[in-house]
T-cell receptor, first 111, second 115 residues
Framework: SQQGEEDPQALSIQEGENATMNCSYK?????LQWYRQNSGRGLVHLIL?????REKHSGRLRVTLDTSKKSSSLLITASRAADTASYFC???????????FGKGTRLSVIA | EAQVTQNPRYLITVTGKKLTVTCSQN?????MSWYRQDPGLGLRQIYY???????DKGDVPEGYKVSRKEKRNFPLILESPSPNQTSLYFC??????????????FGPGTRLLVL
């Protein structure tokens, strides 16, 4: 029951550029979360934005949420080679139902 | 240190030989979950547990069993592994608040090859 869908599937940019990834979902949510995964490793939580929030920042990360369009975006500013990873959005439906992960965006930052 | 541990990290086995992958968390989380990750298919949930003695099927439960006898442990059991269960497996845990799922903490993964 995959709900979140990231776009694009893959993104390649130069170091120093900004990277934007989008996530669309289908049903109402309590919160939306972004995770990062380095190749073959466990996912690491980046940021959580609640349904009543529109924007959130954490260091070089900026997340927006538009519940009317059922979409979110993750912006990484001034990207570095170390940002190369896969990024997943996960939606938390209302109530005690499991997080639903998208298939991820693979980001390559070229030095 | 808050963490989710999985063992073993790597496992090669043969078809039909029962195996167990252990998962343990030290954060007193109510919620625990198992996922498998395959190229092009993203993360797919196998089973999850809202609390001790409460387990439920995820999207791909066939061929797997779980148990939650203690809050900290959530082992994944493959009674009769088959080659299509070759995959990268992740255990995760989180708090479970009234408003829904909070941040999930993932284990390092278990890479399983079934011959």
């Amino acid at each position: 029951s995959q709900q979140g869908e990231e776009d694009p599937q893959a993104l390649s940019i130069q170091e120093g550029e900004n990277a934007t990834m989008n996530c669309s979902y289908k049903t109402s949510i309590n919160n939306l979360q972004w995770y990062r995964q380095n190749s073959g490793r466990g996912l690491v939580h980046l940021i959580l934005i609640r349904s009543n929030e529109r924007e959130k920042h954490s260091g070089r990360l900026r997340v927006t949420l538009d519940t009317s369009k059922k979409s979110s975006s993750l912006l990484i500013t001034a990207s570095r080679a170390a940002d190369t990873a896969s990024y997943f959005c996960a939606t938390a439906p209302s109530g005690n139902t499991p997080l639903v992960f998208g298939k991820g965006t693979r980001l390559s930052v070229i030095a | 240190e808050a963490q989710v541990t999985q063992n073993p990290r790597y496992l090669i086995t043969v078809t039909g030989k029962k195996l167990t992958v252990t998962c343990s968390q030290n954060m007193n989380h109510e919620y625990m979950s198992w996922y498998r990750q395959d190229p092009g298919l993203g993360l797919r949930q196998i089973y999850y547990s809202m609390n001790v003695e409460v387990t439920d099927k995820g999207d791909v439960p066939e061929g797997y069993k779980v148990s939650r006898k203690e809050k900290r442990n959530f082992p994944l059991i493959l009674e009769s592994p088959s080659p299509n269960q070759t995959s990268l497996y992740f255990c995760a845990s989180s708090r479970l608040l009234a408003g829904g799922q909070e941040t999930q903490y993932f284990g390092p993964g278990t890479r399983l090859l079934v011959l």
